[in-house]
């Protein structure tokens, strides 16, 4: 039995990181901002989680031309989605699918925030994607997470 288990646990997690990919990648297609420092464009990952351990991450393909400071600190989009997936993620009991866009400015673009006039696509199409999937798996939870805060939806 535990060799079954383990066999449908393996194609869960490769089905959630393939689905994973696939949302990053139709957000990419989506986005309506302007890169100049791509590093909004590289904070785009996933991770698939199994009783709380990272065992499948992804990311984008692209690399940021140059370190955004932010609040004093020098970070790129990619660092801040390892650190997210790696150590500040809480995963849930189970078998966790995160998608996430770590630049913490990427809020501000989608909210229209501070000076931003218009508000442009950053991370709802991954959103609605990512609550689409959670509907076709029994007692799937959908949940945002947003300045540190999760709200199940």
Known sequence: ?????????????????????????KELSKVSYTYRSLNLRDS??????????????????????IKKKWYGEEITGYEAVAEYLEHKYQ??????????AAMPYGEILQNAEGNVKKKYEVIAVA????????RKF????????????????
């Open 1 to 25: 039995m535990a060799k079954t288990k383990q066999s449908a646990i393996t194609r869960i997690v490769d089905l959630l990181a393939n689905e994973g990919q696939k949302i990053v990648d």
């Open 44 to 65: 785009y990952g996933w991770g698939v989680y199994v009783d709380g351990k990272l065992v499948r991450k992804g990311y984008t393909a692209s690399s940021p031309g």
């Open 91 to 100: 995963p849930h009991p189970g078998i966790d699918l995160a998608v996430v």
């Open 127 to 134: 959103r609605n994607e990512v609550k689409a999937l959670s």
């Open 138 to 153: 029994k007692n799937a939870k959908f949940g945002i997470i947003s300045h540190g805060k999760q709200d199940n939806i």
